[in-house]
Nanobody
Framework: QVQLVESGGGLVQVGGSLRLSCAASGRTFSGSAMGWFRQHPGKEREFVAAISRAGGRTYYANSVKGRFAISRDNAQSTVYLQMNSLEPEDTAVYYC?????????????????WGQGTQVTVSS
């Protein structure tokens, strides 16, 4: 079993920045690829970013490319999402997820464990 705990969400103005963190425990962190997803009210959870086990490969949704950056610290069992130039459309609950098996990075079905989510609100 894996426990994932997100933190760092909050209220920020348009153009501002936030850094989300996700601390993992329960299994070897370096054995999992990690992803960030978000969910707008009334909509399905959507892919934001992902990072490979060693951190050498990253993947981004087109909507956040150039503004968000995913990184990981395997020694600290933590994955981060640096969010810059935030827009009102980025307002959502953000979830981190761990992926131990094969399959796509881009869909929720490719992940095995999920955190409880953290709210990000961008005010205009």
């Amino acid at each position: 079993q894996v426990q994932l705990v997100e933190s760092g969400g909050g209220l920020v103005q348009v153009g501002g920045s936030l850094r989300l963190s996700c601390a993992a425990s329960g299994r070897t962190f370096s054995g999992s690829a990690m992803g960030w997803f978000r969910q707008h009210p009334g909509k399905e959870r959507e892919f934001v970013a992902a990072i490979s086990r060693a951190g050498g490969r990253t993947y981004y949704a087109n909507s956040v490319k150039g503004r968000f950056a995913i990184s990981r610290d395997n020694a600290q069992s933590t994955v981060y999402l640096q969010m810059n130039s935030l827009e009102p459309e980025d307002t959502a609950v953000y979830y981190c997820a761990a992926k131990y098996e094969g399959g796509t990075y881009y869909n929720t079905g490719g992940y095995d464990y999920w955190g409880q989510g953290t709210q990000v609100t961008v005010s205009s």
